[in-house]
């Protein structure tokens, strides 16, 4: 039996590769305005403690999106580390995106 903490990469692509397809194909958007840059960030120390953490960092999703695109173009820089550049961005893209509703739950239908 599988840990529930267990990741499967070959799930987690399928889903964000859907996310990412959906949002082309059916919202009609290949690019997304992120709107803000800056954003609070627990430390690593803390990230996964349940208690409040006692300091934030700071991160800048125009650095992250500089990561990301150095290493579209460059392989050997596609780590597993830059994951901590692209975690911002989604988190961003899925407050930037607009909410998706159905025809059939629009109101009025």
């Known amino acids: 039996m599988e840990s ?12 964000v ?5 959906f949002i082309e194909r ?11 840059d800056h954003y609070w960030e627990v430390l690593d120390r803390d990230l ?3 208690e409040r953490p006692t300091e934030l960092g700071a991160g800048s999703l125009i650095d992250d999106l500089e990561f990301i ?13 830059l994951l901590i550049h692209v975690a911002p961005i989604l988190k961003a893209l899925s ?3 607009p909410s998706y509703t159905s025809p059939s739950e629009s ?3």
């Open 48 to 50: 996964f403690a349940m």
């Open 26 to 36: 059916d919202l009609k958007q290949s690019e997304v305005e992120l709107g803000k």
């Open 95 to 97: 407050q930037a995106v």
């Open 69 to 81: 695109l150095s290493s579209a173009n460059d392989k050997t820089q596609q780590l597993p580390i």
């Open 107 to 109: 109101p009025g239908s």
């Open 17 to 21: 590769n859907g996310i990412l397809d």
């Open 4 to 15: 529930d903490s267990v990741v499967q990469i070959q799930v987690l692509r399928k889903v």
